[in-house]
């Protein structure tokens, strides 16, 4: 749901550009053009891209990693049963939602509307997201980029051996070329202080996407940030358990 309240809000955009190391396998299901069973996904120009959504998995995943190493309480995702408010076990009174909602808050069923950090940043069933990811896109134009088909076979796990008539061809982008993939990720105004310097740390932590990564595909490095962290970013961080 579109809140007209944030369109109003300035946010702040933090820019992303990733260098990819080898080749990049990020699957489109149902694509048609092209020789491959499983297509490189592309937008509407023809531009490789890595999906929004995936990026932002991602980070939710690290971010949970990185928390839960800072002794913050954190639910247990995705399960929605697991998560807040419905989360099992953990203690109810470490988690208030605050900014959106004041600390303490009372919804029309007369419930504390509590969450852990990362359902604040990220979401739940039950609470939107404060932060979105751009699609990032390839900033090489389509046309110097050739098509390269990857072949495989389907193995059978119980017999170690490979399936008879099961040939696949994987598209991914061209390898060793350090193709640039950019956009941005967008803080709301109301996010938590700590929002920031767990995401800048969890990106650290990120160093594949797209599928075939135990087989070396879609390995990546981050291109420098201009954002700077404080001392006192990191410390809001190490004080996660005190909260």
Not at 131 to 139: A, N
Not at 152 to 179: I, M
């Amino acid at each position: 749901m579109v809140q007209l309240s944030r369109l109003t809000q300035t946010t702040e955009a933090i820019p992303l550009t990733a260098l990819i190391d080898s080749a990049l396998c990020v699957g489109a299901g149902g694509s048609s053009g092209s020789l491959a069973d499983k297509p490189i996904i592309r937008n509407a120009q023809g531009q490789l891209l890595i999906p929004g959504s995936q990026l932002k998995g991602r980070l939710r995943h690290e971010c949970e990693k990185l928390a839960r190493a800072l002794s913050w309480p954190i639910c247990e995702s995705p399960t929605p049963t697991t998560m807040c408010p419905q989360r099992l076990g953990l203690d109810e009174s470490r988690f208030v939602q605050t900014g959106a909602y004041d600390i303490g808050k009372r919804d029309i069923n007369e419930n504390i509307q509590r969450h852990c950090l990362i359902c604040q940043i990220f979401g739940n069933p039950s609470l939107a997201s404060r932060i979105e990811v751009d699609d990032l896109v390839c900033q090489v134009e389509p046309e110097n980029l050739p098509e390269v088909l990857r072949p495989g076979v389907t193995l059978n796990r119980r017999r170690r051996t490979a399936e008879d008539q099961k040939l696949y061809y994987l598209e991914t982008s061209p390898a060793n070329v350090q193709l640039p993939f950019s956009g941005h990720l967008y803080l709301e105004p109301a996010c938590l202080s700590q929002t920031k310097p767990l995401i800048l740390a969890a990106l650290h932590h990120i160093h594949a996407l797209g599928g075939s990564k135990s087989a070396g595909l879609g390995w990546l490095r981050w291109q420098p940030f201009d954002q700077t962290l404080e001392d006192k970013d990191w410390s809001s961080l190490l004080e996660g358990n005190a909260s």
